[in-house]
Nanobody, 122 residues
C-alpha cells in the first residue's frame, strides 16, 4: 500500500501565504503524477495543480499566477506554495498520487491523503 501524508495547512489572512507538503511512502515502482485537489463545503472536489514526473504542470485557472507546485522525485514529495490567498481558496486540500506498483504491469493506482484544512480569512 501507499500512504500520502500532508502537512502545512492552517489559518491565514487574505493576501497571505501557505505552503503545503505531501510525502508518499510504501511499496511502489514509480509515481507518474502528483498533485493537489481541494474541496470546499458544499462543493465538489476540484483540481488545483498537478505535476507529472517529466515536469509538465497543470493548474486550475483560479490559482494560476498565485500557486506553484513543485516536486522532489527522489524523495516522493510534492509541495504547493500558495501566495496571495483569497477567502475563496478556503477548502480541505488533498494530495493525490498516480502510482505504478510494479515494473511489469502498466496499471496505475490513485492514492489520496487524508486532507489538510486551509482557511483564508477576509
Amino acid at each position: 500500500q501507499v500512504q500520502l501524508v500532508e502537512s502545512g495547512g492552517g489559518l491565514v489572512q487574505a493576501g497571505g501565504s501557505l505552503r503545503l507538503s505531501c510525502a508518499a511512502s510504501g511499496i511502489m515502482f514509480s509515481i507518474n503524477v502528483m498533485g493537489w485537489y481541494r474541496q470546499a463545503p458544499g462543493k465538489q472536489r476540484e483540481l488545483v495543480a498537478t505535476l507529472a514526473s517529466g515536469g509538465s504542470t497543470n493548474y486550475a485557472d483560479s490559482v494560476k499566477g498565485r500557486f506553484t507546485i513543485s516536486r522532489d522525485n527522489a524523495k516522493n514529495t510534492v509541495n504547493l506554495q500558495m501566495n496571495s490567498l483569497r477567502p475563496e481558496d478556503t477548502a480541505v486540500y488533498y494530495c493525490n498520487a498516480e502510482v505504478k506498483r510494479s515494473s511489469w504491469s502498466p496499471r496505475k493506482y490513485d492514492y489520496w491523503g487524508q486532507g489538510t484544512q486551509v482557511t483564508v480569512s477576509s
